[in-house]
């Protein structure tokens, strides 16, 4: 049965970090092998001296692993941040793929205002939302029904899937360290407390918005650093 959704699906699967590595990383230069305790005062000084300074390296010791499904249009912008970023996403070679497809919740801007690049979005009109909705809707069990029709008569997955358009879903896990995490929300959510204004699409905006949560319950000391400092990863 085909499934129209409105939400991105983000879950983090396993997470291996913590304020604390973070500190221990950075006083290995000055203690050696030694682990010394410090107070939450003196480390929360010291992640705040490293993210002001910019001084990055203490913050790639440790993991988040998430597991997301999104339209392939998302996926495909979200797969331009390499740096510190590990993907495997599900294969329409492989496997059949689910009728599950996107459409704008109806509160999802949908007139472009502005230049390129520094555009922003306006609520459009019912008329826009109800013709966009049944525009999507149609051509998305089109498209399903000529996939299973090439399907049925024996083609190939990876020819009868030329035929889905980008708002189908697909599920990829993706690994990333928090300084790559930070650097990804940097560019992917919209603050008006942002240093360098960025203006992400609504759609990866909703996925990285999922993202910063699990951030900022696994490590909060950085998180509200990285807030206070102005979104700019160190």
């Known amino acids: 049965m085909m499934q129209f959704k409105s939400v991105m699906d983000v879950e983090l699967v396993q997470q291996l970090a913590n304020d604390d590595m973070v500190c221990m990383a950075a006083r290995v230069s000055t203690t ?6 410090s107070t939450r005062e003196k480390n929360a000084g010291l992640i705040n001296y490293l993210m002001r300074d910019r001084h990055g390296s203490p913050f790639e010791h440790g993991s988040f692993t998430f597991r997301i499904s ?4 998302v ?12 993907y495997n996403e599900e294969s329409g070679r492989y496997r059949e793929l689910e009728p599950v497809f996107y459409v704008p919740a109806g509160d999802r801007p949908l007139v472009q205002v502005g230049r390129a690049g520094r555009y922003d979005f306006k609520a459009g009109t019912f008329r826009q939302a109800l013709v966009t909705g049944e525009a999507l809707r149609m051509a998305y069990t089109e498209a399903w029904t000529q996939y299973q029709a090439m399907l049925n008569e024996g083609v190939a997955r990876e020819i009868a899937r030329s035929v889905l358009p980008v708002g189908t879903f697909s599920t990829f896990y993706v690994t990333c360290n928090p ?30 918005d999922q993202m910063e949560e699990h951030f900022k319950t696994c490590m909060p000391t950085t998180h509200e650093t990285f807030v206070r400092n102005g979104r700019v990863a160190p």
Not at 75 to 86: P, Y
């Open 179 to 208: 300084r790559s995490l930070m650097h990804f929300l940097s560019l992917r959510t919209k603050s008006d407390d942002a240093t360098f204004q960025s203006f992400p699409q609504v759609e990866i905006q909703m996925v990285a």
């Open 32 to 37: 050696g092998g030694t682990v010394q305790t």
């Open 70 to 73: 999104a339209p392939i249009f």
């Open 75 to 86: 996926v495909r912008e979200f797969m331009r941040h390499r740096a510190g970023m590990s």
